[in-house]
């Protein structure tokens, strides 16, 4: 595969998030209405598509708990396939609760449902309470939460040969769902310097993941022909299709790694059958992808 700019996801892509933002997710749900998905179904979300933004999904989840005690009678994953045909998304996710229940009973979880106080249980379980005081400027006492944020079990996923080999032979730029303060935080974990007008982050754009704009913007900004974006969700492969039949001028390859919510056999062929043009078992398969080994 030839390329002249890499673009990297972060988030199952440089560092693992199951212990940190999944758990936030699933934790965060118990926390606020005593109920809760396995964590193994947050994948259900991700491949249903939409759910680049872990706040939203988490909105989501809790919605199919409330809906749940209210007569919804289906597995999570019947529910996110219903949200995957509406398009994906939390307004998917919304109009799958609408229609599956009585008026009555939808008036009940819309009352319930609070999403910015699931937010911010969120951020006080993922950040911790130093990190939660900083970022969020919240009183981290008004959680009985953990004295350390999952965001310390983030395991490095990249290695540093890799950083060195990718960064010394192309332009590298960033597209994550993270916001900004957290994306800085996995990078310098990751030991990869991405100045900000190689990157794009929650802050820094409305649309999000699978739209093209922060793909098509890069590869703008680095004059490119050949862009190869690596990410771990369906979402991320989609965005590199999408941007490929936006941008005629350029190339997008999207390639799917097997270090996030999709592994195995099963997960290289979910990526493939969106489009992928290459599917590794981690990050650092992509030099020898690029033949720089």
Not at 46 to 74: H, I, M, P, Q, S
Not at 88 to 95: H, I, K, Q, T, V
Not at 184 to 209: C, H, N, Q, Y
Not at 218 to 234: P, Y
Request: proline residues 4%; hydrophobic residues 40%.
């Amino acid at each position: 595969m030839e390329a002249d700019a890499v673009v990297l996801d972060v988030d199952g892509v440089l560092v693992d998030v199951a212990d940190s933002y999944r758990r936030a997710i699933v934790d965060s749900v118990e926390r606020v209405y005593g109920d809760t998905v396995p964590k193994a179904d947050v994948q259900s979300f991700k491949d249903a598509g939409g759910f680049n933004n872990d706040w939203e999904l988490t909105y989501a989840a809790a919605l199919y708990v409330l809906a749940r005690r209210e007569g919804l009678d289906c597995s999570v994953g019947a529910f996110t396939d219903r949200i995957a045909e509406r398009g994906g998304g939390l307004d998917a996710a919304e109009a799958v609760v609408d229609d599956a229940l009585a008026d009555a009973a939808v008036e009940r979880v819309r009352d319930a449902w609070d999403p910015e106080r699931l937010r911010d249980v969120f951020q006080q379980l993922y950040l911790g309470p130093d990190l939660y005081a900083d970022i969020e400027g919240g009183d981290p006492a008004a959680l009985d939460g953990p004295d350390q944020g999952y965001i310390d079990d983030e395991p490095v996923l990249v290695a540093a040969e890799t950083v060195e080999t990718l960064t010394a032979g192309y332009p590298v730029g960033v597209v994550t769902g993270r916001p900004a303060a957290e994306a800085d935080i996995a990078l310098e974990r990751a030991g990869l310097s991405v100045p900000d007008d190689r990157r794009f982050t929650m802050d820094d754009w409305e649309e999000g993941k699978p739209h093209p704009k922060a793909l098509t913007t890069l590869a703008e900004r680095f004059d490119a022909d050949a862009v190869v974006f690596v990410g771990d969700t369906l979402d991320d492969v989609e965005t590199a299709v999408n941007a490929d039949e936006a941008d005629p001028d350029c190339d997008y390859y999207g390639v799917g790694v097997l270090t996030g919510g999709l592994t195995g056999a099963e997960g290289r062929r979910k990526y493939e059958d969106a489009g992928a043009a290459a599917v590794v078992d981690s990050v650092n398969d992509l030099p020898e992808l690029l033949g720089e080994d």
